[in-house]
Structures are given as structure tokens and as C-alpha cells.
């Protein structure tokens, strides 16, 4: 289970996927069913700036040991 809380601090989500659109990084949140939306976790300078977050998140969890992992989107 990932959680994420949003770069401007204002939400802490459970995100099913991660995925870089441009400058911004979107989460999938919503259950199993169909109702899953996507919502911007965070916008940065540069696409090159979005997938070096990504690449954080990644590291996060694969250093996690645990069911659940939270990551604080950075805020540049």
C-alpha cells in the first residue's frame, strides 16, 4: 500500500499507480471498483525534475519492508 502526501501538503493519499504526464506526477486513487480518478500529486520544473521524484518513490519502496509505505512529494 502506498500513501503519498501531496506536495503542497494539503492530502495524504493511497495511490494504486504512479505515473509522470510532463512536469507533473498523477496518482490513480480509488477502490477496485470502477471509480478511480487521477489526481496531481505534484508539478515540477522540468519532465527530466518529475521522473527523478518518480525514481525516488521507487527507492522508497524498495527499501520498505513493510505492508504500507508513505513518501512526501518534495516540493522542487
Known sequence: MLW?????KQSLMNVK???VNGKKIE???GSASLDEWSKVLGK???NERAVEV???IVRKLEESN???VT???PKN
Open 66 to 68: 513493510g505492508i504500507s
Open 27 to 29: 496518482g490513480i486513487i
Open 17 to 19: 499507480e504512479v505515473t
Open 44 to 46: 515540477y520544473e522540468s
Open 71 to 73: 513518501f512526501t512529494m
Open 4 to 8: 503519498i502526501i501531496t506536495q503542497n
Open 54 to 56: 518518480l525514481d525516488q
